[in-house]
């Protein structure tokens, strides 16, 4: 669509959900969708999960990017031209600390999370104060790049929640330490 809302053209079409899109450096465009026909495990009834495709610009060449067996949220290019987005990971993660930021290739090659995959014990649940695990957010959204920076801006949220609340500053130049040592809480919790 033209800036001033003529030129509306549609994409993609069927009977899917296809949202979040995002340019690529290479022009294409990446997106969420339910075309895999994947479904969440802990909703107790069948919820699509949503993956990233790739296409390009005319709708065209819509491929699979990615085959995670959950969902993901908000694509996004960082300033090294990595996509990076934020995955719901149940893999070796605390006991709900699952949704946190992510990055690969344009072409989802080589997906990684910034975050220490290792869980703590679930002793240290209990703890309390700014240091502690259940100080850390337990959703990472909306990860943007800051410009010049290898930090990033993005939402902090909760498990099984909306992706709206403290707004966060992650360093990934910062070892992980499982708790707060990459996030620093810019507005207060929400």
């Known amino acids: 669509v033209n800036v001033d809302g003529s ?3 549609r994409l993609t079409d069927g009977d899917f959900d296809d949202f979040d899109p995002c340019w690529l450096p290479g022009g294409r465009i990446v997106f969420l969708s339910t075309r895999r026909y994947g479904f969440g495990r802990c909703h107790g009834r069948p919820v699509p999960a949503y993956t990233m495709f790739s296409m390009k610009p005319d709708g ?8 995670h067996e959950t ?4 694509p996004s290019v960082d300033n090294n031209g990595m996509l990076v987005y934020t995955r719901w990971d149940y893999v070796d993660r605390d006991h709900s600390a699952a949704h946190h930021m992510w990055h690969c290739f344009p072409d989802g090659r080589n997906p990684r999370s910034y975050h220490a995959n290792y869980s703590l014990p679930l002793s240290t649940v209990e703890e309390v104060g700014p240091g502690s695990i259940n100080s850390r957010p337990w ?9 010049g920076s290898d930090k990033y801006m993005a939402t902090a949220g909760p498990h099984h929640g909306q992706a709206f609340g ?3 500053q992650i360093d990934i130049g910062v070892p992980d330490d499982n708790k ?6 810019v507005t207060p919790n929400v």
Request: net charge negative; hydrophobic share 40%.
């Open 166 to 168: 403290s707004l966060i």
């Open 60 to 67: 065209s060449d819509l491929v699979s990017i990615d085959f």
């Open 71 to 74: 969902n993901e949220f908000h």
């Open 180 to 185: 707060m040592s990459q996030v620093k809480r």
């Open 139 to 147: 959703a990472e959204f909306n990860c943007r790049s800051i410009p």
């Open 7 to 9: 030129g509306l053209t």
